[in-house]
T-cell receptor, first 115, second 114 residues
Framework: ETGVTQSPTHLIKTRGQQVTLRCSSQ?????VSWYQQALGQGPQFIFQ???????GRGNFPPRFSGLQFPNYSSELNVNALELDDSALYLC??????????????FGSGTQLSVL | AQSVTQLGSHVSVSEGALVLLRCNYS??????LFWYVQYPNQGLQLLLK??????LVKGINGFEAEFKKSETSFHLTKPSAHMSDAAEYFC????????????FGTGTKLQVIP
């Protein structure tokens, strides 16, 4: 049990819709990263937030956006859903106090299906 | 840019046998290397990490990995497989010198045969 919680656990949407996924960080963590894990693949980095600012982004289009709140919880928003957006979305939190000691704690993910 | 390649998408071993999961990395700067495990319907859990302190890294659940710069490898081993080790294992890399994204491999699914 990592202390990182994600909601909802499962979600079904249709193409073109918008979705918001939520993540509650582990206590004391100030950094949140979001990953997309397609079936049979490793997680792909979407973006990272540190103290409410986007701090790095992977190869994902602008319709993937995020927020981090003062309590360090986070949202991932995806607009204009496409079939290929179907995947497990993972949130990971960490405490940016030491580069060497930084360790990602993952939530169990949100399984998104786009029909 | 950093990347990892995991050799073998599926590995089967008998219970009690040696587990060897292979990972090769590519990095333009000294890397931090990780192995994560993912059980069905769960997120990823860190098994161990290499941050240049020692080349042989011991992790949880009896796993260990050795950093070999000459071979650009970071293979994961366990002397004796247990049924509970059946899961998917991911090798990952992050560049040192700043907080960068973690890049994951495609994963190796480990099956343990009784």
């Amino acid at each position: 049990e990592t202390g990182v919680t994600q909601s909802p656990t499962h979600l079904i949407k249709t193409r073109g819709q918008q979705v918001t996924l939520r993540c509650s960080s582990q206590s004391g963590h100030n950094t949140v990263s979001w990953y997309q894990q397609a079936l049979g693949q490793g997680p792909q980095f979407i973006f990272q937030y540190y103290r409410e600012e986007e701090n790095g982004r992977g190869n994902f289009p602008p319709r993937f956006s995020g927020l981090q709140f003062p309590n360090y919880s986070s949202e991932l928003n995806v607009n204009a859903l496409e079939l290929d957006d179907s995947a497990l979305y993972l949130c990971a939190s960490s405490a940016r106090d030491s580069e060497t000691n930084e360790k990602l704690f993952f939530g169990s993910g949100t399984q998104l299906s786009v029909l | 840019a950093q990347s990892v390649t995991q050799l073998g998408s599926h590995v089967s071993v008998s219970e009690g046998a040696l587990v060897l999961l292979r990972c090769n990395y590519s990095s333009s700067v000294p890397p931090y290397l990780f192995w994560y495990v993912q059980y069905p319907n769960q997120g990823l859990q860190l098994l161990l990490k290499y941050t240049s302190a020692a080349t042989l890294v011991k992790g949880i659940n009896g796993f260990e990995a050795e950093f070999k710069k000459s071979e650009t490898s970071f293979h994961l081993t366990k002397p004796s497989a247990h049924m509970s080790d059946a899961a998917e294992y991911f090798c990952a890399v992050r560049a040192s010198g700043g907080y960068q994204k973690v890049t994951f491999g495609t994963g190796t699914k480990l099956q343990v045969i009784p």
